[in-house]
């Protein structure tokens, strides 16, 4: 088993671009920081992030069924929470994601968008590993708090056949019991919230136009419906992000799942004419990572349509939601991986369109120039990223906020964290909008 993740608040300077991350012990955490933060115990892993894509996948519509595409987000799932939690098997991963016997496990997908909710896909890859592996389908629950969305939106009791599939699940049975006050307004939990031992933030990446709801609709305000009044409280972000400060939400949400098969990058949640197809899912522990880092992937999109970022202040549910210790706003624990690039490009030569990228020298020692042809260097989607052979991302040279320089790059075998990579094969990837160009590197120490 590998060592998971660690990472702590203020590690690194906040950043809408990227930044550099080490690994420190708890221990080490404290005595570098002065004092460890109180995340939330279900906040396994702080800061730490994983994007699983994979390009071939055909996200399709909403309401389609596609078999091949169950079984690719399958696998982008399995991958992803072996990844997050540092185990060898899925199984291993989903037990210490979710500990106990037969536990309940409640999950909230985002239903309201008809063209751009949560990906059923996503969640029913979920389902499959829980069911395999934590606990039986009568303690699976789907919930939404808004009237039939979630079965208009593909939650169906036929799609999901062996799971609760709960709708305008606004009930209160506990509240009166166990009344939770926030800003002077008692939020009364759905009854599948409260009864559950364990929660699923399921949001999607989704842009709002609304400033009082921080531009973007993901895990944080995702849980506007998981209480009543929901419309009357969560009408700022800021409120969303305390409401999920409350036990019953930050005490039991063990996972953000987001689904990014597609996604909308400009105008309120409704419009569906700022489509893109990200093709990704994202794991996480931190809603605040999640939030933060699905801006980063949502402003690139829009610098590439000349509209600009997506605001990050102090009351952005990311920012907000690190000043209250329930997760870090930061994209250094962000790990990417790239569910074609193993096949692509170890079974492949070099794909780099008759000599549009060179590396000198290569095989290298210390580092290699790499210069990219204009045709490619002055895309302004340009993305130079380096994987190694399992297709995960060991560094960014531009792009997913690394800078670009001419068409001109320099890699010293030194990955994300600063260590130093071991001697083998690796792989350069120029991506650009229209198709991806590939140089292999080979490092020997």
Not at 74 to 81: E, N, Q
Request: proline share 6%.
């Amino acid at each position: 088993m590998k060592a998971p993740y660690i990472s702590r608040r203020n590690f690194l300077k906040k950043s809408g671009t990227g930044a550099t991350a080490v690994a420190l012990s708890p221990l080490f955490a404290t005595a570098a920081l002065g004092k460890t933060a109180a995340y939330p115990s279900a906040n396994q892993w702080p800061g730490r992030i994983i994007e699983v894509i994979d390009p071939d996948l055909v996200a399709g519509t909403a309401l389609s069924i596609s078999t091949e595409r169950e079984e690719r987000v399958l696998a982008m799932f399995d991958r992803g929470v072996m990844e997050l939690t540092g185990e060898s098997s899925v199984q291993a991963a989903m037990q210490l994601l979710f500990p106990g016997s037969n536990p309940k496990v409640c999950i909230k997908p985002n239903t309201q968008n008809p063209g751009i909710p949560t990906r059923k896909e996503v969640v029913k890859a979920l389902v499959k590993r829980l069911i395999d592996y934590v606990t039986t389908g009568d303690k699976i629950f789907i919930f939404s708090g808004y009237g039939d969305y979630i079965h208009e939106r593909g939650f169906s009791s036929s799609y999901f056949p062996n799971v609760v599939v709960r709708t305008n699940d606004q009930k209160s049975t506990h509240s009166p019991d166990a009344p939770m006050e926030v800003d002077g307004s008692l939020l009364r939990y759905s009854d599948t919230l409260f009864e559950c031992d364990y929660f699923v933030n399921a949001p999607v990446l989704k842009s709002h136009s609304d400033r009082n709801h921080g531009y973007f609709t993901m895990a944080f305000k995702n849980h506007m419906n998981t209480f009543s009044p929901n419309d009357v409280y969560c009408t700022e972000a800021t409120k969303c992000v305390r409401a999920s400060n409350t036990p019953p939400i930050r005490d039991k949400c063990r996972l953000v799942l987001m689904s990014a098969l597609h996604g909308t990058y400009d105008g309120d949640q409704f419009n569906a004419a700022y489509v893109f197809e990200p093709k990704a899912i994202f794991l996480s522990t931190d809603p605040a990572t999640n939030d933060f880092v699905g801006r980063i992937r949502m402003n690139e999109e829009r610098a590439l349509h000349s509209l600009d970022p997506k605001a990050a202040t102090t009351t952005t549910p990311p920012e907000y939601g690190e000043s209250l210790e329930l997760g870090i706003a930061s994209v250094a624990g962000l790990v990417t991986i790239d569910m074609s690039a193993s096949s692509i490009f170890m079974n492949a030569d070099d794909m780099d369109a008759g000599g549009l990228i060179s590396a000198s020298p290569n095989p290298f020692r210390s580092a290699t120039r790499i210069t990219l042809h204009r045709s490619i260097a002055d895309d302004p989607s340009l993305r130079v990223s380096v994987f190694d052979v399992k297709g995960k991302v060991v560094k960014h040279l531009a792009g997913n906020g690394a800078v670009k320089a001419s068409g001109i790059f320099r890699w010293d075998g030194i990955d994300m964290k600063g260590m130093a990579l071991p001697s083998g094969l690796y792989v350069l990837r120029a991506k650009v909008r229209g198709g991806h160009y590939i140089k292999k590197l080979i490092l020997g120490r």
